[in-house]
């Protein structure tokens, strides 16, 4: 059975957003979602994320249609991904905290035991996503952009979420940070084996990232978006394809 | 004529000096209109001299009040103005204290939409409520005692302080309630351990800025009804032209003031040191 499925769903605001979407995802596949501006993808990753309802159609994640967010699905979004408030490692470890632990279970001893665990583990995450020691007492307004994401990325694969939804993570990080950032999150995937779903506009970066590319885009003006295409990326997508892929994206947006 | 432009930059020296021009001023007029009224007529209880500020300052701070005459007079703690002032902050120490239900009501309002929809509109129309024309209500239904004091400062303040964290509480992103929830956060979680951690900043920032608000409520309520308190002397004294003691006790009532917003300045500092005012 698909990890994911999403059976003929419909979103409409003032506007119809998205109309009959029809997907279904694998255990363990990194799929893009690629689209033009206002074309619904970030909708469809808060319908995935169950903290939006779809006019019709259903979304089952292993089977269970979820009405809510949980740390079944992790999220990274593009901008305020980290708890201001909260150090480097405290955001880190903050998931499995709370999720473990109530307010009475925190002031028991097992507490502090299973925290310092929790330390130990941040700390390994840290080395992976290539920050320092030093920077887990840092916040986050003492770190480049770059390094917030990574954080990021670490705080939401710490839980072991069974699907890690990525918003737009990298795109306001400038283009090295961004390379950096591709090959990290390829490199965790590889690792931990974790279903993603990265939503960009970058064709480019889909391409680069995922095992499938789906293209969400409207047919004419007033309708909500459809699936034009989804396109198994050839794993490994060697450089020379790229930009073959990249011609028939695009025609299928520009077309759309 | 660069003073005048946007792009100026003074100096340390210029800053400084700029910004204690105004009191130097205030002072200078002062003295020179009350050594003119003092001159025509040495008997005037408007505008008192130094001199006479300060023995009135010096006999409030040393002597006991009229009806305290079982107390050692020159000393402090037994003397008319500490009596007031533990009096004053005994009151605005309880008002405090109630506006932290304000604040979990607020917070509340904000996130969970029940709450919100059951209590916004009630609230907006409360702030609305002049709480000084309330008063006359309050001294018949809860008596002259302190709580009629303490609740006018809190009908006065808290639809402020309510609303305030409300509007904070949701201007607080979505994505961060999301995540939280994705890593794993109860409902509580959230709201206890994301969102008013991370307003909390704020609140208290919102809370020191409304602190003259109280203080004002604080003395209307005090001048109407009460035996002891900044305020009561105050009242009690314009009946007596006590100007030589009354100014003295308008510029410590500015000093306390003071030194309660730079405390909690410097807590907010301490408690949050990740905040940085935009």
Redesign the interface.
Same mark, same amino acid.
């Given at each position: 059975m698909p990890l994911i499925q999403i059976h003929d769903v419909s979103v409409r605001y003032t506007s119809p957003v998205l109309s009959g979407i029809d997907i279904e995802i694998e255990e363990g596949e990194f799929v893009c979602v690629l689209g033009q501006t206002g074309c619904g993808k970030s909708t469809l990753l808060r319908l995935i994320l169950g903290s939006e309802k779809p006019a019709s159609g259903r979304i089952l994640v292993d089977g269970i249609e979820h009405h809510q967010p949980d740390r079944t699905r992790g999220y990274v979004p593009q901008k305020y991904s980290l708890f201001p408030d909260k150090t480097v490692l405290d955001n880190i470890t903050f998931g499995p905290e709370v999720s473990e632990f109530n307010l009475f279970g925190r002031c028991t001893p097992r507490f502090y035991r299973r925290r310092r665990e929790l330390r130990a583990q941040a700390f390994d995450y840290l080395r992976r996503i290539g920050l320092r020691a030093e920077d887990a007492r840092k916040y986050p307004d003492q770190l480049s952009g770059g390094m917030q994401q990574r954080v990021a990325i670490a705080q939401a694969l710490i839980t072991r979420p069974q699907i890690l939804l990525m918003d737009e993570a990298f795109s306001a990080l400038d283009p090295g940070t961004r390379r950096d950032m591709q090959q990290l999150i390829r490199d965790l995937w590889q690792a931990t084996g974790t279903t993603i779903l990265f939503v960009t506009h970058n064709t480019r970066e889909a391409l680069r990232l995922g095992t499938r590319v789906i293209v969400l885009a409207r047919e004419s003006a007033g309708q909500g978006s459809r699936v034009m295409l989804d396109l198994p990326v050839p794993e490994p997508c060697h450089e020379h394809e790229i930009p073959r892929l990249i011609d028939r994206l695009e025609t299928v947006q520009a077309v759309a | 004529m660069s003073f005048a432009l946007i792009h100026a930059k003074p100096g340390r020296t210029w800053s400084t000096l700029l910004s204690w021009t105004l009191f130097a001023a205030g002072i200078a007029a002062y003295f020179y209109v009350s050594q003119a009224r003092h001159r025509a007529n040495p008997e005037d209880r408007v505008m008192p001299t130094v001199t006479q500020m300060v023995r009135g300052m010096y006999a409030a701070a040393m002597q006991p009040a009229e009806d305290d005459e079982q107390q050692v007079s020159g000393k402090f703690f037994s003397s008319m103005l500490w009596k007031d002032t533990k009096a004053t902050s005994r009151r605005f120490f309880y008002s405090m204290i109630l506006l932290f239900p304000a604040v979990l009501l607020g917070l509340h309002m904000g996130l969970f939409p029940y709450a919100g929809a059951f209590f916004l509109r009630f609230v907006l129309f409360f702030d609305k409520i002049v709480a000084l024309s309330l008063l006359p209500i309050l001294f018949i239904a809860f008596g002259i005692d302190e709580l009629a004091k303490v609740m006018l400062i809190v009908i006065g303040v808290t639809p402020t302080i309510i609303l305030d964290t409300f509007n904070l509480t949701r201007g607080v *992103?979505?994505? !961060?309630t999301?995540?939280?929830?994705?890593?794993?956060?109860?409902d +509580?979680?959230v709201a206890y351990?994301?969102v008013l951690? !991370?307003i909390?900043p704020r609140v208290l920032n919102s809370i020191r800025l409304n602190l003259k608000a109280v203080m004002l409520f604080l003395f209307a309520g005090e001048m109407i009804a009460s035996t002891d308190g900044l305020a009561y002397r105050i009242a009690l004294l314009r009946r007596h032209m006590g100007m030589d003691v009354i100014i003295p006790y308008v510029l410590w009532v500015a000093l306390l003031l003071f030194l309660v917003d730079y405390g909690m300045r410097l807590l907010n500092r301490m408690l949050? *040191?990740? +905040?940085?005012e935009s």
């Amino acid at each position: 059975m698909p990890l994911i499925q999403i059976h003929d769903v419909s979103v409409r605001y003032t506007s119809p957003v998205l109309s009959g979407i029809d997907i279904e995802i694998e255990e363990g596949e990194f799929v893009c979602v690629l689209g033009q501006t206002g074309c619904g993808k970030s909708t469809l990753l808060r319908l995935i994320l169950g903290s939006e309802k779809p006019a019709s159609g259903r979304i089952l994640v292993d089977g269970i249609e979820h009405h809510q967010p949980d740390r079944t699905r992790g999220y990274v979004p593009q901008k305020y991904s980290l708890f201001p408030d909260k150090t480097v490692l405290d955001n880190i470890t903050f998931g499995p905290e709370v999720s473990e632990f109530n307010l009475f279970g925190r002031c028991t001893p097992r507490f502090y035991r299973r925290r310092r665990e929790l330390r130990a583990q941040a700390f390994d995450y840290l080395r992976r996503i290539g920050l320092r020691a030093e920077d887990a007492r840092k916040y986050p307004d003492q770190l480049s952009g770059g390094m917030q994401q990574r954080v990021a990325i670490a705080q939401a694969l710490i839980t072991r979420p069974q699907i890690l939804l990525m918003d737009e993570a990298f795109s306001a990080l400038d283009p090295g940070t961004r390379r950096d950032m591709q090959q990290l999150i390829r490199d965790l995937w590889q690792a931990t084996g974790t279903t993603i779903l990265f939503v960009t506009h970058n064709t480019r970066e889909a391409l680069r990232l995922g095992t499938r590319v789906i293209v969400l885009a409207r047919e004419s003006a007033g309708q909500g978006s459809r699936v034009m295409l989804d396109l198994p990326v050839p794993e490994p997508c060697h450089e020379h394809e790229i930009p073959r892929l990249i011609d028939r994206l695009e025609t299928v947006q520009a077309v759309a | 004529m660069s003073f005048a432009l946007i792009h100026a930059k003074p100096g340390r020296t210029w800053s400084t000096l700029l910004s204690w021009t105004l009191f130097a001023a205030g002072i200078a007029a002062y003295f020179y209109v009350s050594q003119a009224r003092h001159r025509a007529n040495p008997e005037d209880r408007v505008m008192p001299t130094v001199t006479q500020m300060v023995r009135g300052m010096y006999a409030a701070a040393m002597q006991p009040a009229e009806d305290d005459e079982q107390q050692v007079s020159g000393k402090f703690f037994s003397s008319m103005l500490w009596k007031d002032t533990k009096a004053t902050s005994r009151r605005f120490f309880y008002s405090m204290i109630l506006l932290f239900p304000a604040v979990l009501l607020g917070l509340h309002m904000g996130l969970f939409p029940y709450a919100g929809a059951f209590f916004l509109r009630f609230v907006l129309f409360f702030d609305k409520i002049v709480a000084l024309s309330l008063l006359p209500i309050l001294f018949i239904a809860f008596g002259i005692d302190e709580l009629a004091k303490v609740m006018l400062i809190v009908i006065g303040v808290t639809p402020t302080i309510i609303l305030d964290t409300f509007n904070l509480t949701r201007g607080v *992103p979505a994505e !961060q309630t999301v995540k939280a929830f994705t890593l794993g956060a109860g409902d +509580f979680d959230v709201a206890y351990r994301v969102v008013l951690k !991370q307003i909390a900043p704020r609140v208290l920032n919102s809370i020191r800025l409304n602190l003259k608000a109280v203080m004002l409520f604080l003395f209307a309520g005090e001048m109407i009804a009460s035996t002891d308190g900044l305020a009561y002397r105050i009242a009690l004294l314009r009946r007596h032209m006590g100007m030589d003691v009354i100014i003295p006790y308008v510029l410590w009532v500015a000093l306390l003031l003071f030194l309660v917003d730079y405390g909690m300045r410097l807590l907010n500092r301490m408690l949050h *040191p990740w +905040f940085r005012e935009s």
